[in-house]
């Protein structure tokens, strides 16, 4: 335990001066009996000291001793209950979400079906986001600052191609303990679907502390909006492989509708195909469930499946409010006490 103020423990010594002060007011108690009454009815007039009657008094000592401690504001590492799961929103930015099969286009509705599972989501879960086109680019770590993920949210635009299996990658960098669980492989894995000549991708900062085991894992996932049509980076599988093994559900949400959409692009029409079935084999790969965009149900479905997982993690917590608290409870059933014994409060 440490003190934030410890030169107010001094304080402390005023206890033993109490101590001192309620001796001192006993014994001169007990001379004025002695003074107004003969030696041999003092004992029937003033009746012995009744052994609970130090108990209020004792109780209201403590509890000035709390108050004493709490004033030099104590800290210390306790363990809380804490909700650990994770959660990372991968969005396509690639130029086929320009299309507009969905309405008003495949962004807007991908940002409008992300925004709705952050809306269901507990505060006390943890969000990050990653957009992905030709490279994954992880713009939000996950928190629970859901202002952080809104603002990055509205910054959204297309950009050209579209990497489903880089985003898994990014995804699976940020999630907590899942670089320390997979190691070199997901390093690897992740250099490789870089291949970001801009910068993109910051470098991933050194693993630090022992290996973790699959049972010291947190709950985490990642949800993944796209319309499926993977042209860039890895195949979507590999890091599929990685993320089952690190106990990262990938859910999807397809973005179009079947058959594609026509849109125009550079002074002509292209076709603009959406590929559901890749985005389920993803989820199934990894035990998560694949949606469409337009099935608000099943994206609420989603968000409540994602559930806490309450650990415990010691922090550094101020214990002023906890002790002044005891001391208000001792003071409470001193007071108590002493009305229920001698109909007074000392």
């Known amino acids: 335990m440490t003190f934030t103020w410890p030169w107010m423990l001094w304080t402390l010594g005023l206890v033993p001066v109490l101590l001192v002060g309620l001796a001192a007011s006993a014994r001169r108690q007990r001379a004025a009996e002695a003074r107004l009454a003969d030696a041999h009815l003092l004992e029937r007039l003033a009746g012995r000291p009744h052994p609970r009657r130090m108990w209020p008094l004792a109780l209201y000592v403590v509890s000035i001793t709390l108050l004493l401690v709490a004033a030099a504001r104590p800290t210390a590492a306790i363990p809380l209950p804490v909700n650990r799961t994770a959660v990372v929103l991968a969005i396509d930015t690639s130029k086929s979400m320009m299309a507009d099969d969905v309405k008003p286009t495949r962004l807007e509705a991908a940002k409008s079906a992300a925004l709705q599972i952050v809306r269901a989501l507990p505060r006390s879960v943890q969000v990050g986001l990653v957009a992905f086109s030709d490279v994954g ?15 990055a949210m509205q910054r959204l635009e297309p950009q050209q191609s579209t990497a489903v299996g880089s985003a898994v990658v990014e995804g699976l960098a940020i ?4 670089r320390e669980f997979l190691g070199e492989r997901l ?9 970001d ?11 630090q502390g022992p290996p973790l085991s699959a049972a010291d894992l947190p709950p985490a996932a990642i949800v993944l909006l796209s319309d499926g049509v993977t042209n860039a980076g890895v195949d979507p599988q590999v890091p ?6 690190g106990r990262v559900r990938v859910h999807t949400v397809g973005i179009g509708q079947q058959g594609g959409a026509v849109m125009q692009y550079g002074g002509g029409l292209i076709l603009v195909p959406f590929d559901s079935a890749s985005l389920q084999q993803l989820a199934q790969r990894t035990g ?6 337009v099935d608000e149900e099943g994206i609420r479905r989603i968000a409540r499946h994602l559930a806490r ?3 415990w993690e010691r922090r550094r917590t101020e214990l002023s409010a906890l002790l002044a608290g005891g001391a208000w409870l001792l003071m409470l059933g001193g007071a108590a006490l002493s009305l229920l014994w001698f109909r007074r409060v000392p």
């Open 137 to 151: 680019a992880v713009l939000v770590t996950p928190t629970t600052d859901r202002r952080l993920l809104h603002e």
């Open 175 to 178: 999630l907590p303990g899942r």
């Open 187 to 195: 390093t690897r894995l992740r250099v490789q679907s870089a291949q």
């Open 197 to 207: 000549p801009f910068g993109l991708i910051p470098p991933a900062p050194p693993v």
């Open 240 to 245: 599929a492989v990685l993320a089952l093994e």
């Open 288 to 293: 998560g469930e694949y949606l469409n965009a």
């Open 309 to 311: 997982s309450m650990g």
